[in-house]
């Protein structure tokens, strides 16, 4: 348990603090994975959306995972960077390729499954992890203006009912807060509770409505087919499948089960750190990226045998990008416009690729301030169309309280949604 989590649960309840504790303490001892006061998340129907934010902290370098080989200036700018030995990069329409380890990627794109966002990237032009990150997650259009994240007012503003998210990780990012209706989970190495411990809470608190539902919410999301049956949802039990070896694989592929189900959450956000690649980024980020193609792999696997990823949109995006040129160390430092992912069964690609980019040209003179791509596109205009058709936002709503200061952004070329529109 956070404190992020302790300050949801007081907005979301008055139930006193001796007593919570009493719950909190009894579920951790028994290695419960998640526990949450949070609104009730109505049955969802099969056509209702989903929607996954994958934050990638540390500044991913987007010319190396959406490399420019058709730009006059990629070869001689990103040196050795702009060949990966024995290994083609993956072609994309335009000058634009994608990195071979993102082969699953790239089998999507070519299905007309994922729409490519590059030259994207946000208001803050500075080169600080930290205010880029809030910048990222707040929404806002500078660091620290916004105290709470763009999906979690979403979640508050939304005109889908009983919507609810789930952070997959030990604490809610700051992009989910700004709603009572979000849960975390995180696998726990504890010993499982017994069975004897769990039915006397659930005695405990079966006449008090908001602990005994906070109760049956983490025994239903940690899998438990009593609770599920109990509860009326879920009844049909988490998808099966292996694990796969790396825990962000494991949480993605949970992130699906969890949407999958007719009670569970409607919006997920997982973490992947590890971006920053100062020195030796050949190798480092060719792991990175074949460990993002894997995790949006399970997670869409996931999606797709619980049903729910026809109605998905999954958004990976990066708080900068780096500069244009390799240092010292094999490395690059830090830039400002970088790549971005729309992916999903929801999402209007194209059969063979889609880009969603005004290349600005990777000339020093076509670079910001000489060094980095220049951002053509900011992402909050990505995210507008995508929250108001998928999410049902207002206009209002994003102007006001979701994106603000985001209402004058102009709108993106085409169509994002099947069958959607656009603000």
Do not use: C
Not at 135 to 143: A, Y
Not at 247 to 260: D, I, K, M, P
Request: charged letters at 15%; hydrophobic letters at 40%.
């Amino acid at each position: 348990m956070t404190t992020d989590r302790r300050s949801h649960r007081q907005a979301a309840s008055p139930i006193n603090a001796p007593r919570r504790r009493l719950l909190a303490a009894g579920l951790a001892a028994g290695a419960w994975p998640m526990l949450s006061l949070a609104a009730t998340t109505t049955a969802a129907r099969p056509d209702d959306p989903r929607f996954v934010f994958v934050i990638l902290r540390g500044g991913m370098d987007g010319l190396s995972a959406v490399p420019a080989p058709g730009d006059p200036a990629f070869a001689a700018a990103r040196g050795t960077l702009a060949e990966v030995p024995g290994s083609p990069a993956l072609p994309l329409p335009g000058p634009l390729a994608l990195h071979p380890a993102l082969a699953q990627l790239h089998g999507l794109v070519l299905a007309g499954e994922v729409v490519v966002v590059h030259a994207a990237g946000l208001p803050y032009r500075e080169r600080s992890h930290f205010d880029a990150q809030q910048v990222l997650e707040s929404g806002g259009s500078r660091p620290y203006e916004l105290t709470d994240g763009w999906l979690g007012r979403a979640l508050r503003s939304s005109g889908v009912p009983g919507i609810g998210g789930l952070a997959l990780g030990a604490s809610v990012p700051l992009v989910l807060r700004g709603s009572e209706g979000v849960d975390s989970w995180a696998p726990s190495t504890l010993a499982e509770p017994p069975p004897d411990l769990l039915n006397r809470l659930q005695q405990l608190y079966g006449d008090d409505a908001a602990l005994g539902q906070a109760l049956q919410r983490a025994r239903m999301l940690h899998g438990e087919p009593a609770a599920m049956t109990a509860g009326g949802g879920m009844a049909g039990g988490m998808t099966g499948g292996t694990t796969p070896p790396r825990a962000t694989v494991a949480l993605a592929q949970r992130a699906g089960e969890f949407l999958s189900q007719p009670s569970g959450p409607r919006v997920a956000v997982l973490d992947i750190g590890g971006w920053d690649t100062h020195a030796a980024q050949a190798r480092i980020l060719a792991s990175q990226l074949s460990l993002l193609d894997d995790t949006l792999a399970a997670l869409r696997q996931s999606l797709v045998a619980g049903g729910a990823w026809p109605h998905t949109v999954v958004v990976v995006a990066t708080e900068f990008g780096r500069q244009v040129t390799i240092n010292g160390t094999g490395g690059t430092d830090h830039g400002s416009g970088g790549a971005a992912f729309l992916l999903g069964g929801a999402v209007q690609g194209r059969p063979g690729g889609r880009v969603l980019a005004d290349w600005p040209g990777l000339a020093e003179t076509q670079r910001y301030e000489g060094r980095d791509l220049r951002i053509t596109t900011d992402l909050r205009s990505v995210l507008r169309p995508l929250l108001a058709e998928h999410l049902k936002i207002s206009t209002a709503a994003l102007d006001r309280q979701v994106l603000p200061g985001s209402g004058g952004l102009a709108r993106v070329q085409g169509e994002l949604l099947r069958g959607g529109g656009g603000v």
